[in-house]
């Protein structure tokens, strides 16, 4: 008889950090999808999601080498300019269709440092096909099919439906990555410093590594506010020049709103489930419990970032929690969570350009506009429902809105918003910025030269 396999929930930052970051050597691989394995991921180019092997830490130590480059500040250039395009873009009509102009510079932020592909409008066929690569995410949940909660299932020969899902993606998967590189490497971006090149590249260690671009650009989408005190974007920025990543130091309440944004509704609620690969103890308030090898832990995103004894009035979106009396971040500010995915240096990066620059172009309220559904005036919200469902009240709008840059996993319907600008000369401001702004993206990504 199968013994049953231990599962440990998280709850602790302390313990998380101590299981996951120090220990990380026993506690880094990942338990077997059934699904993923034998029909979605044949090849194991999902190394994200798999066990510890030569393909995990290869692609961790090329992922960790890029977003290095990031926090240099290498992609900020394209990032501000896409930033600034997405200013245009709600300045253009009101903010009507925010919510498709905040998946536009998402999406586009990370195809254009992926693969040199830059989406201005929202409307363009290879922005449409990336639909494949966020299906690729779902799929390699474990709720995905029914063969990972009945494995036996599997042994059923012929086309079985979940076969042909995955074949479908698989063959559909392929033909947009082998494009997308393909147009890095030796194509229209071939020139640029993307993400894609630094994988393809055959003179580094491990060589050519282009399939394992998979998983690191799909999480990448799948993953990438308010009116509260726009008078400290004011005091440092002023009012005739948009806000850039240099103002960064100068601007903690944007830092705290950022923080709490990844705090109030975390991307991965449950985390993502890592795999012990080797017996260990671990103490616990005075206590030590026995994790044997093979157990299943979940660091819980949820329960650590709403702790009641770390965050008074948990359930609420106040960034101010993140100030000292000085209103300055408190000591620690960047320790406080634990990694979620290896690209969040650059997600946090968008979240940022893009709150900053609508909170310094932008009074964002609510819509007078009715509820198609109902035909009555639209109801907001800023529970926890809202993210499942309907978004009911005026602080809710603001704060939905920078939720949604960071396209967190959590469905968000759409709801309407009106974006005004704060005067006349700001809105003149952003589009003469944007027309005299750098938009090559050969200049923005330059190669360098050792590549």
């Known amino acids: 008889m199968e013994s049953i396999q231990p599962v440990f929930l998280i709850g602790n930052i302390r313990l998380a950090k101590e299981v996951l970051e120090k220990r990380s050597t026993k506690f880094s691989s990942r338990p077997t999808i059934p699904y993923v394995g034998y029909h979605v991921d044949p090849a194991q180019v999902y190394w994200a999601l798999g066990k510890q092997n030569e393909t995990h830490f290869i692609a961790r130590k090329l992922t ?243 702790d009641r004894k770390r965050f008074e009035n948990h359930d609420l979106f106040q960034p101010e929690r993140f100030l000292d009396d000085t209103n300055n971040l408190k000591v620690g500010y960047e320790t406080t969570d634990i990694p979620v995915c290896p690209g969040i240096p650059f997600a946090e990066r968008a979240l940022w350009i893009n709150i900053t620059m609508m909170l310094w172009t932008f009074n964002i309220s609510r819509s007078d506009e009715s509820d198609p559904k109902t035909g009555l005036p639209f109801k907001y919200d800023d529970s926890d429902l809202a993210f499942s469902g309907e978004v009911r009240n005026k602080q809710g709008v603001c704060i939905s809105v920078a939720y949604r840059v960071l396209q967190l996993s959590n469905a968000l319907l759409k709801f309407p918003a009106v974006f005004e600008p704060r005067s006349v000369h700001r809105a003149k401001v952003a589009r003469q910025e944007w027309a005299e702004c750098e938009k090559d993206l050969n200049v923005l990504l330059p190669r360098h030269k050792e590549q």
Not at 76 to 95: K, M, S, Y
């Open 64 to 306: 960790t080498g890029l977003m290095a480059a990031v926090r240099a500040g290498e992609t900020e250039p394209l990032q501000q300019f896409e930033a600034l395009l997405n200013v245009t873009h709600l300045l253009n009509d009101g903010g009507k269709n925010w919510f498709d102009h905040i998946d536009r510079v998402s999406a586009s932020m990370v195809l254009s440092a992926a693969f040199g592909l830059h989406c201005p409008t929202g409307q363009e066929p290879d922005l449409k096909m990336v639909a494949c690569i966020a299906e690729g995410i779902r799929l390699a949940t474990p709720s995905a099919s029914i063969t990972n909660v009945l494995p036996f299932l599997d042994i059923i020969p012929g086309p079985m439906p979940w076969r042909k899902r995955a074949q479908i993606h698989r063959k559909r998967e392929d033909a947009l990555y082998d494009k997308l590189i393909t147009r890095a490497v030796s194509g229209e971006a071939s020139g640029m410093n993307t993400w894609a090149a630094a994988f393809a590249r055959e003179d580094k260690p491990e060589g050519d590594q282009r399939r394992l671009m998979n998983q690191f650009a799909g999480a990448a989408i799948e993953t990438a506010c308010g009116i509260f005190f726009p008078r400290e974007i004011d005091a440092i920025v002023g009012e005739d020049r948009l806000p850039s990543f240099k103002d960064r130091p100068h601007l903690p309440f944007v830092e705290a709103i950022v923080r709490e944004t990844l705090r109030w509704r975390p991307a991965a609620r449950f985390g993502i489930p890592h795999q012990s690969t080797a017996d260990d103890v671990v103490e616990y308030k005075g206590k030590e419990y026995f994790i044997p090898k093979g157990s299943i832990i979940f660091a819980v995103t949820w329960a650590i970032e709403h």
